[in-house]
C-alpha cells in the first residue's frame, strides 16, 4: 500500500463524492451524500454487500425518534449522550458524542420515512448500560435486513454501487487533498478514479491479525466473529496520510458466543437473570455489565469457555433475534430439566452448581450480594426447564481508529481536518473509549448510521461550496 501524487485534472474518469465500503455507513453516507444533491459512487470490494452489518444484530440506539414517542418511550438526546459518556468513563470524544446523540433520533426518523428501512422500538429488555430503551431494530433482529433495506434505498436512488473494486491506493494532489484512488477489479486489472471528496466506510482493523497481535494482544487469540474483510485499510491510508488514530485497543468484544458453532447468543438470555459459569460451576463475573467486557472474563476461564445458563422467561426475548434462532437450530442450546443433566453437560460437580444457582436465588432475594456487584433482585430466580449453551470470548469489531470532528472529517495528527477526507462507522474512532468496557451497546452501528449520515452530508456541501466558489 503506498502513498502516490496525482493531480485531479489527470484523471479520466472522476465522481463528485467516492464512498468506500457499502455496509451501514457506506449505504448511509451515499443516501445523504445524494439528498444534498451530489453525485456518488460506492465502491465495495466484495462481491456482494455484506461486512460487518449483515453480520450484526441490527440495533440502533437513538434518542427522540418519532417510533419512540409512538411507543411512548420518553427518551431524549441529552439521555443518549449520557450513557455513552457513563459506559466509556468519559474518555471519547465528548463533543462528536454531543452530535451523534443529538442527531440520533432525527436519523432513524430519516431512515424509516424517507428511505425505507423497516425499523421499531424494543421495550422489553434494556441493555447494560441503556438506562432507556434506545434501540431501535429490525423485525428478525438481524443486520443482514437492515443492510438490504439500505441497498435497495442505494439503488433506488440511482447511486453507482460498484461491486469487486477493492481500493488498494490513494492518491493526493500538491495541496495535500485526496485526488483519486487506484482499484483493484477481478483479474488483477487496476483502475484509477479521481474524486473530489473521499469518504472511508471499509471498517476497522478486526480481520487483520497482525493488526490485532499490535494493538489488542489480549485479542490476538480469540475468535474473530466479525467480517474477514475488515483489514485495517482505511487505519493504515490514514497512518501514511498523518493522521491522526485514537483509541486503537478499544473493541466491542461478546461473552457468549457459541463453541464449536460460531453463533451468538440473545443477550437477553443474561439481561434477563442468566448466568455464567465456568468448567468448575461457578460464576466469575458481573454478567450483566456488557458483553463486550465479558469476552475476555471468558477467555480468562480454564480452556477459555464458559456456559451460559438460562430459563424460559429469558428465552421467549432472547428467541426474537435471529442468532439465537440460529443458535438453536444449530444445536448449540441444549434444555435440561434439573441440574442433574445440567451439571452433566458442564461437565461440573452437580453440588457446587446446586450451591452456585442457591446463592443467586438468594440475591434474587436480596438476601446476599453479588461479589462482582451484580443485582438480581429485578428478575426472579431461575426455575426448570433449564438452558445452557458452551460459550466462548470473541471479537466482533475494533472500536479505535480515525480521528474524526463532529462533521466526520478526519483529522490529522495535528488536530486540523483533511480538506475533502471523511470516515465513519468502524473506519472511524467509536465511543467507547480506549477499552473494551466503554462499548455500549448497539453502538457500531450508531457510528455507522449517524456518522455515515454526516460524512455523505458534509462530503456533499463541500463539493457544492466548490461548484459555487468556481463560477
Not at 448511509?28 to 454487500?49: F, I, N, S, W
Not at 443486520?143 to 439500505?150: N, P, R, V
Amino acid at each position: 500500500m503506498s502513498m502516490n501524487d496525482r493531480e485531479a485534472s489527470t484523471y479520466e474518469l472522476a465522481v463528485e463524492v467516492l464512498v468506500v465500503g457499502a455496509g451501514a455507513c457506506g449505504c448511509t453516507a451515499a443516501l445523504a451524500a445524494r439528498g444534498e444533491g451530489a453525485q456518488v459512487m460506492v465502491l465495495e470490494r466484495d462481491a456482494a454487500p455484506s461486512g460487518n452489518t449483515a453480520l450484526s444484530g441490527g440495533q440502533i440506539p437513538a434518542a427522540g425518534s418519532r417510533l419512540q414517542k409512538l411507543a411512548g418511550i420518553n427518551d431524549a438526546a441529552q439521555i443518549l449522550e449520557e450513557d455513552l459518556r457513563t459506559k466509556a468513563k468519559g474518555l471519547s470524544n465528548q463533543e462528536v458524542v454531543k452530535q451523534v446523540a443529538g442527531a440520533s433520533g432525527s436519523t432513524i426518523d430519516w431512515l424509516v420515512e424517507e428511505h425505507g428501512v423497516p425499523l421499531s422500538c424494543i421495550s422489553n429488555f434494556i441493555y447494560p448500560g441503556h438506562t432507556v430503551p434506545h434501540m431501535h431494530a429490525s423485525p428478525s433482529r438481524f443486520g443482514a435486513e437492515i443492510l438490504a433495506s439500505l441497498l435497495k434505498a442505494v439503488y433506488a436512488e440511482g447511486i453507482d454501487l460498484v461491486t469487486s473494486a477493492r481500493v488498494v491506493d490513494l492518491y493526493r494532489d500538491r495541496s495535500d487533498r485526496i485526488s483519486g484512488v487506484r482499484v483493484q477489479r477481478p483479474a488483477g486489472v487496476f483502475e484509477d478514479l479521481g474524486c473530489r471528496t473521499l469518504i472511508l466506510a471499509c471498517n476497522g482493523y478486526g480481520g487483520n491479525p497482525e493488526m490485532v497481535k499490535k494493538y489488542i494482544p489480549e485479542m490476538a487469540a480469540a475468535h474473530y466473529h466479525g467480517h474477514p474483510s475488515n483489514e485495517g485499510d482505511a487505519i493504515r491510508w490514514g497512518e501514511a496520510l498523518g493522521a491522526s488514530l485514537a483509541d486503537m485497543g478499544s473493541f466491542q468484544g461478546h461473552g457468549a458466543v457459541c463453541t464449536p458453532h460460531n453463533i451468538h447468543l440473545g443477550w437477553p438470555v443474561i439481561t434477563e437473570g442468566g448466568i455464567q459459569v465456568n468448567r468448575s460451576g461457578l460464576r466469575f463475573s458481573n454478567e450483566n455489565e456488557g458483553y463486550s467486557e465479558q469476552a475476555l472474563h471468558v477467555i480468562r476461564q480454564r480452556d477459555h469457555v464458559a456456559w451460559t445458563v438460562w430459563d424460559q422467561r429469558c428465552e421467549d426475548i432472547a428467541a426474537q433475534m435471529h442468532s439465537h434462532q440460529a443458535a438453536m437450530e444449530a444445536g448449540a442450546i441444549r434444555q435440561y430439566e434439573s441440574l442433574v443433566g445440567l451439571s452433566s453437560f458442564i461437565g461440573c460437580d452437580e453440588a457446587t452448581l446446586q450451591e452456585t444457582c442457591e446463592r443467586v436465588e438468594s440475591m434474587c432475594r436480596g438476601e446476599v450480594e453479588c461479589p462482582w456487584g451484580r443485582s438480581f433482585e429485578s428478575h426472579p430466580p431461575l426455575v426448570s426447564p433449564y438452558y445452557v449453551a458452551k460459550v466462548q470470548g470473541a471479537l466482533f469489531h475494533t472500536q479505535g481508529g480515525l480521528e474524526v470532528d463532529q462533521y466526520a472529517r478526519v483529522l490529522r495528527s495535528d488536530g486540523s481536518p483533511f480538506d475533502n477526507l471523511f470516515a465513519g462507522g468502524g473506519a472511524a474512532r467509536g465511543f467507547s473509549g480506549p477499552a473494551d468496557w466503554g462499548y455500549l451497546s448497539g453502538s457500531g452501528l450508531l457510528s455507522a448510521t449517524v456518522l455515515g449520515r454526516f460524512a455523505g452530508a458534509s462530503a456533499a456541501k463541500l463539493v457544492a461550496a466548490n461548484r459555487t466558489s468556481s463560477l
